[in-house]
């Protein structure tokens, strides 16, 4: 099976400021409040709140690791898209989510990218 045959999922870290990381990975687990996810491709749908921590991502049995702030996760069938504001040191529970999302839709909106708010794309 070459690379492109090979099932992958999107996975996107972003910050009002910037795209952390945009690449194809195997899989993903993402910190939440309540612990870990884990993404593969072909995922069921879900937006999640995540908390801060290591999010570790895996490249043909190559594991390699993020450090995330607290913020949203929306995943779909091809993307898993991480993202995050909020400062280190600052709980799921501590933040306003609402605010969170405002934060990041000016930073895209700066930026030009408004791809990762669409709701059409889940």
């Known amino acids: 099976m070459t690379n492109e045959e090979r099932p992958v999922v999107r996975l996107r870290v ?7 990381f945009d690449e194809a990975v195997d899989s993903v687990q993402i910190p939440l409040e309540d612990g870990l996810l884990g993404v593969w491709p072909e995922h069921a749908p879900l937006v999640a709140a995540t908390d801060q921590g290591e999010l570790e991502y895996s490249v043909q049995g190559e594991v390699h690791r993020l450090t995330v702030g607290a913020g949203v996760l929306r995943i779909d069938s091809t993307h898993c898209v991480v993202m995050y504001g909020a400062s280190a040191g600052t709980s799921a529970s501590e933040r306003n989510l609402d605010a969170l999302f405002d934060q990041m839709e000016r930073g895209l909106r700066e930026n030009g990218d408004l791809s990762e708010l ?3 794309e889940l």
């Open 118 to 120: 669409d709701a059409e």
């Open 14 to 20: 972003i910050t009002p400021e910037q795209v952390v």
